[in-house]
T-cell receptor, first 109, second 114 residues
Framework: GQNIDQPTEMTATEGAIVQINCTYQ??????LFWYQQHAGEAPTFLSY????GLEEKGRFSSFLSRSKGYSYLLLKELQMKDSASYLC??????????FGAGTTVTVRA | IAGITQAPTSQILAAGRRMTLRCTQD?????MYWYRQDLGLGLRLIHY???????GKGEVPDGYSVSRANTDDFPLTLASAVPSQTSVYFC?????????????FGPGTRLTVT
């Protein structure tokens, strides 16, 4: 089976920075996705990394190291609306996604 | 532009009954997927289809069937529902073209099997 690990919960203060780590051991790899999911809603796409390195998109950045089986999502200048679950997903052969269990981030005032 | 629609929004179903969850997309995406999401387990792939006329099994296919008669529709059928199928079901689609492999998710169907 596929093994994708990320922390269950994280708490941070408004305006701060939070880094969500994701490690993976999978049978195939066509890239790594990060999704955001607010409570009771559908997941929405945040980022996609297929090459090693950092991808920056506004307040959110995502990093990938394929040799280490490691990625992180960096959320800067946290806002209350960033309180959500963040899902790490590996794209496998045939472009199926295998998801981690998700990290619930709570932003405190 | 609707994107992906799912029906029903929620359903309470007696064990042993047959149920079809509907999913329709208007983005002309090649690939479609069905996931279930359970607390603590994340999203798990049930079945998928990379193009109309073909389907494949995901991580947890037992007790579910799908069909892909055309590009837009991808129904999920529970032939005889059991309480362990109580979950939130998400349908998703992807273009699988160029460098765009992101999946777009529908709003979900909350199913309770009693």
């Amino acid at each position: 089976g596929q093994n994708i690990d990320q922390p269950t919960e994280m708490t941070a203060t408004e305006g701060a920075i939070v880094q969500i780590n994701c490690t993976y051991q999978t049978s195939g790899f066509n890239g790594l996705f990060w999704y955001q999911q607010h409570a009771g809603e559908a997941p929405t796409f945040l980022s996609y990394n297929v090459l090693d390195g950092l991808e920056e998109k506004g307040r959110f950045s995502s990093f990938l190291s394929r040799s280490k089986g490691y990625s992180y999502l960096l959320l800067k200048e946290l806002q209350m609306k960033d309180s959500a679950s963040y899902l790490c997903a590996v794209s496998l052969d045939d472009y199926k996604l295998s998801f981690g269990a998700g990290t619930t981030v709570t932003v405190r005032a | 532009i609707a994107g992906i629609t799912q029906a029903p929004t929620s359903q309470i179903l007696a064990a042993g009954r047959r149920m079809t969850l509907r999913c329709t997309q208007d983005m002309r995406h090649n690939a479609m997927y069905w996931y279930r999401q359970d607390l603590g387990l994340g999203l798990r792939l049930i079945h998928y289809s990379n193009t109309a006329g073909t389907t494949g099994k995901g991580e947890v296919p037992d007790g579910y069937s799908v069909s892909r008669a055309n590009t837009d529709d991808f129904p999920l059928t529970l032939a005889s529902a059991v309480p362990s199928q109580t979950s939130v079901y998400f349908c998703a689609s992807s273009a699988l073209a160029g460098s765009s492999y992101e999946q777009y998710f529908g709003p979900g169907t909350r199913l309770t099997v009693t």
